[in-house]
């Protein structure tokens, strides 16, 4: 904010002779009141970055494979869970007093085993399935937020606690075998991918569940963060808990809201985890480090203040983008085992140097340390 | 201001007062519970398994609880400063596959592996130290970083392939006879002592009392003198060590060879032990004694419900359970506290 002002004043008072800012001024004040700190901005940067080195590197031939639309459309299978687990965990870390889950890649697995068992097993029409495993999902967010929103445990607590008692309730009521048949093999279909109508020819093979999962949960959700009491609700009990509850907002119920959104959409995870996989795994959202912890680093990558109030959906839109065309990216330049290796590298660098970038600019602005505009190799030249 | 000020001289004096006066009884209200529960879930176990209270069965638990227990200590401190460390499993991972390809590669004395285990583990806890004290990120984040970094460095020593062929140098944490004196095994003897250390540490020594303060209010304690950010470094890096130790322990009680899944879990593992001994995940409250019968009551229930023939993966649901159960009455006993 004041880097705006100051900005804008020494504009004024230092160029007087000139008729008007010229479209570098206007560009120079932009980067100078934090445009390029903006989160989505250095996400969606980041990301040209990346497409444009791995043209070159695919156009001299470096690549393993080609790096084409196709082979980004493809790899959007795994961009739609990563996605949609990263904005439960929006709608909870945003909640604020500690908020966090744990538990969403234990959600995913207990979800798939109940939905496969009610679609395959108990012969349910695949609608009421669906909608009876989302509303599962919500009942085991509802769980995490009664503990922790009107017991007061912390978030961090509940969540690890569920975290156990989920993934082991899937793996005992599964017996840790996959749950298959023929409808849910026939299921696959809603993940796989296919040509867009009307304008589908032109464009690259886009998987199904971009539209039937993730596009419709985030335009509600957008709407609902943006354009709903609900939405300005959490983002004041994340801001400020006490200031919220003055304010009259039944800040436990809103903080428990947030749990059972988290806990739906990972119903809705588990759902499509069953038609990526083609059977219900048990252990789909918790084998190896789990979904949960990826979920968690797109979301702070995305922007989401780990202590709450602060996070929007572009964000974690383009933070699920950037990882899953990185990992993508990694494959067609390290083959082979290394390569899976080296997206284990990449997260962690790129986390730890948004989250360490993005502290030190708002440390920064917010003792006075950013020089006005106009003097190069300031603010415009240290933040990337 | 001048209230203060002309009391220099007796505040050594008042500060020896003043200490006995804040510190906390020797065994807190949580202690004795999880060791009431602790003695019932043994009694339980040792009349509807005959075999639960024997040598051979309390023997391998105790194996079991010490690297938990022992990554605990430190895990305990990070907490109590207010941190959490989630990437102490991937540490483990990154020691032991150094140590055991060390192992294999040279015959070195266990001693050398030891000591190699351990500084590779301070090593990385201080990398993680230092960007938590410094970088002034959240600890949870700055762990999930450096825990993919460090999981990518152990997967590159694996090359793709399991380590075999492990010499039993190690043998002295082991499950074998090698492994214990007296029947109590060496592992867990370390663990005990390693709490015995770290409880006399938190509670008489500055330099631990300075860790309640960092985690009671960080600028509370900068402003009273506390080098903060040093102290950080130095918790970080003693959990990486423990960890390093914690995986000697844990080449030695697995077969000859040592596969990528190494340490996985371990991380909530201990995370779920020292909540359950009652540590404050909020910081500026907790015990390593707390936090080595939390270990105690995990391995218990888990190998409990093994030995009952119900299915193994049932056990985490009792751990859960134990979770919430643990922090619940912690939760209580603090609002009880609060308004008396």
Sequence with gaps: MTAVDTATQGGRHGRDPEPRPSALDRARVWVASGGLKERATLLLGLIVVLLVVMSILDGVGLTSGRFNSDYLASTLIAYVPLALLALAELFVITSGRGGIDLSVGSMVSLTGVVFAMLYQQAMLPLAAAIVLAVLFGALLGAVNGFLTAYLGYPALITTLATFYAYRSIALVVSEQRPISGPEISSFYSAAKAVELPVIGASLPLVPLGVFTFLLPVAIVAWFVLNRTTYGRKLYAIGTNDTAAQWAGIDTRRTRMMAYVTAGAISGLVGVYTVAQFASARPDAGTSGSGMALPAITIAVLGGVAITGGIGRLSGILLAALLIVWLNASILLVVPGNEGAQAQLLALGVVLLGASLLSNASIRRRSTGLTKPVGVPGTAAGTSR | ???????????????????????????????????????????????????????????????????????????????????????????????????????????????????????????????????????????????????????????????????????????????????????????????????????????????????????????????????????????????????????????????????????????????????????????????????????????????????????????????????????GTDLIRERARRRA
């Design chain 2, 1 to 327: 201001m001048t209230a203060t000020a002309p009391a220099p001289a007796p505040a050594s004096a008042s500060g020896q007062v003043s200490l006995r006066r804040i510190l906390p009884p020797v065994v807190t209200g949580q202690e004795l519970v999880l060791l009431g529960v602790l003695v019932v879930l043994w009694v339980l176990l040792g009349i509807f398994t005959p075999a639960f209270l024997t040598p051979g069965s309390i023997g391998p638990l105790l194996v079991q609880v010490a690297p938990i227990a022992l990554i605990g200590v430190g895990m305990t401190f990070v907490i109590i400063t207010a941190g959490i460390d989630v990437s102490v499993a991937a540490t483990i991972m990154v020691s032991a596959v150094v140590t055991a390809r060390v192992l294999v590669a040279a015959d070195v004395p266990a001693v050398l592996a030891v000591l190699l285990a351990i500084a590779i583990g301070a090593l990385l806890g201080t990398v993680n130290g230092v960007l938590i004290a410094y970088g002034r990120v959240h600890p949870i984040i700055i762990t999930f970083g450096t825990a993919n970094l460090f999981q990518w460095l152990g997967l590159r020593v694996f090359d793709s392939s399991t380590v075999n062929g492990i010499p039993g140098t190690l043998d002295f944490f082991g499950r074998g006879a090698a492994g214990s004196t007296l029947g109590v095994p060496h592992s867990f003897a370390i663990a005990v002592v390693a709490v015995a250390v770290a409880w006399w540490f938190l509670r008489y020594a500055k330099a631990g009392r300075n860790l309640y303060a960092i985690g009671g209010n960080q600028n509370a304690a900068r402003l009273a003198g506390i080098k903060v950010q040093p102290r950080l470094v130095w918790v970080y890096g003693i959990t990486g060590a423990l960890a390093g130790l914690a995986a000697c322990m844990i080449i030695a009680t697995g077969t000859s060879s040592l596969d990528q899944s190494v340490g996985s879990g371990k991380e909530l593992q201990v995370i779920a032990a020292v909540v359950i001994g009652g540590t404050s995940i909020l910081g500026g409250r907790g015990s390593v004694v707390g936090t080595m019968l939390g270990a105690l009551l995990v391995q218990t229930v888990v190998s409990g419900v093994t030995q009952l023939g119900w299915p193994t993966q049932l056990g985490f649901l009792f751990v859960g359970i134990c979770i919430l159960i643990a922090v």
